[in-house]
């Protein structure tokens, strides 16, 4: 489907996939695994798709982060520092992804999308406690920020294992860690996706807006809803969007 074509049901369409992805992600992380698919599913340039889904998931991690900080669960003394090293090293994704080729981007997406989600099927649970190793944190954190301006999908679950391993934070409190520093990834990327002008702005806003419901209604629920449902599903669609896009 063409993007100039039947633009108000491609809208709707995407205004949907972002509600259920920002619920998602909200909860469980790899929202990006539905938005980033299925934008390139409708005809939208894969650099545009990028820059405008950062430009999105900026408001929906946003309101995620708010709602932890704001219910107590936000508490990492840190925070501040992994901000700031998430934010610097998803500039640095970004500037490198935006000199790739449309053509490599193309195929680069797809593989990339099938490769995270099966590393979700096969790593359902973290149960390792790598706190001795705590002095990897910080490189980590920087790589993660890099993946996420590079690519992005799956990145706010791997922060939410990252603090689960490294800092033995609750659940609860990884993810809202996690939502933290995804939104100083998706907003360091959005600004350099805007000033090389890859942003839908009217398709962001409204996807915003949906991604904004979805975070709020996915984190006020976090505390009674699991991921046992929701991470197979995410992982399902993910791999049926992406096996479509590589035969389109």
């Known amino acids: 489907m063409d993007i100039t074509q039947d633009t ?19 909860i469980a992380g790899g929202g990006g695994l539905l938005t980033t698919p299925s934008m390139l599913l409708v005809g939208i340039n894969p650099l545009t798709v990028l820059g405008t889904n950062k430009f999105q998931s900026s408001f929906s991690t946003f309101t995620s982060s708010r709602n932890y900080f704001v219910n107590g669960y936000l508490t990492d003394v840190n925070k501040n520092r992994y901000f700031i090293l998430s934010f610097v090293g998803s500039s640095a994704g970004t500037l490198m992804v ?52 590079f690519f992005g999908p799956g990145t706010g679950s791997f922060f939410v294992m990252l603090f689960l391993v490294f800092k033995n934070q609750t659940l609860l409190e990884s993810t809202a860690t996690s939502k933290l520093l995804n939104f100083a990834s998706n907003f360091a990327a959005f600004i350099i996706f805007a000033i090389q002008g ?19 209604l996915g984190s006020k629920s976090a505390i009674k809803v699991g991921d046992k449902l929701i991470r197979p599903i995410l992982v399902v669609v993910s791999i049926l969007l992406s096996l479509r896009i590589l035969t389109s």
């Open 8 to 26: 108000n049901t491609v809208y709707l369409f995407l205004f949907g996939v972002s509600i259920l992805a920002s619920f998602i992600d909200s």
């Open 198 to 216: 890859y942003v839908i702005w009217e398709l962001g806003l409204i996807m915003a807006v949906g991604g904004i419901s979805g975070a709020y």
């Open 98 to 149: 935006s000199r790739l080729s449309d053509d490599i981007l193309r195929t680069l997406i797809p593989i990339l999308l099938i490769s995270v989600a099966i590393f979700f099927i096969i790593n359902r649970q973290v149960k390792t406690d790598l706190s001795n190793y705590i002095v990897l944190l910080t490189p980590l954190i920087f790589l993660i920020g890099f993946y996420d301006g």
